[in-house]
């Protein structure tokens, strides 16, 4: 069983920031960053692959900046000029692999963090 371990969120006001961590077990590699609001479908925020290249919604980008420190295995998201439009479960994303020809890939998600912005 795979447990991701999120972190950092919580409520702030428009214009505040925060930074959110997820660490991961070593065999894994979080990867990226989604969000999911009532009644809205889950999107994705930020990804990061392992050589550091990164992606980001359109919605985010400028505001947002996704990291890894890799000895910790912790993949963070520093969200800045938050948004009310940024409230949202976020919820942290990850691979893991097998061997094998062709190698198998399991899908992992974090508990999931709720992010507040209001004042």
């Known amino acids: 069983q795979v447990q991701l371990v999120e972190s950092g969120g919580g409520l702030v006001q428009p214009g505040g920031s925060l930074r959110l961590s997820c660490a991961a077990p070593?065999?894994?590699?979080?990867r990226g960053w989604y969000r999911q609001a009532p009644g809205r479908p889950r999107e994705l925020v930020a990804t990061?692959?392992?050589?550091?290249?990164?992606t980001y919604a359109d919605s985010v980008k400028g505001r947002f900046t996704i990291s890894r420190d890799n000895g910790k295995n912790t993949v963070y998201l520093q969200m800045n000029s938050l948004k009310p439009e940024d409230t949202a479960v976020y919820y942290c994303?990850?691979?893991?692999?097998?061997?094998?020809?062709?190698?198998?890939?399991?899908?992992?998600w974090g508990q999931g963090t709720q992010v507040t912005v209001s004042s």
């Open positions: 994303n990850a691979w893991s692999f097998s061997s094998g020809a062709p190698v198998p890939l399991t899908v992992h």
């Open positions: 070593g065999s894994v590699f979080a």
């Open positions: 990061i692959n392992t050589g550091g290249s990164t």
